[in-house]
């Protein structure tokens, strides 16, 4: 018997952040943009630490081509 109440295995497994009604809710958008701005916070500061103090690169376990790729992708204005 086809119990059409029951959850299927293809809607137990979209994320939690989907909505009924929208795409996406608006709690995963706000994360969504709180992620990206402690994302460019992050590079931000890797940069200036890679200018100011590049000593401390090899203290936080990375590679100058690894910071070098992360403040790549920091946008054009703030490179």
Avoid at 12 to 32: C, E, I, K, N, Y
Wanted: hydrophobic share 40%; proline share 5%.
């Amino acid at each position: 018997m086809n119990d059409s109440f029951t959850p299927s295995t293809c809607l137990a497994a979209t994320p939690a952040t989907r909505s009924r009604r929208g795409r996406f809710s608006l709690a995963a958008l706000r994360d969504l943009i709180a992620e990206r701005r402690k994302q460019a916070y992050f590079r931000s500061e890797l940069k200036r630490m890679a200018t100011d103090n590049p000593h401390l690169i090899d203290d936080i376990g990375l590679t100058r081509k690894e910071v070098e790729a992360e403040i790549a992708k920091l946008p054009f204005w703030q490179r």
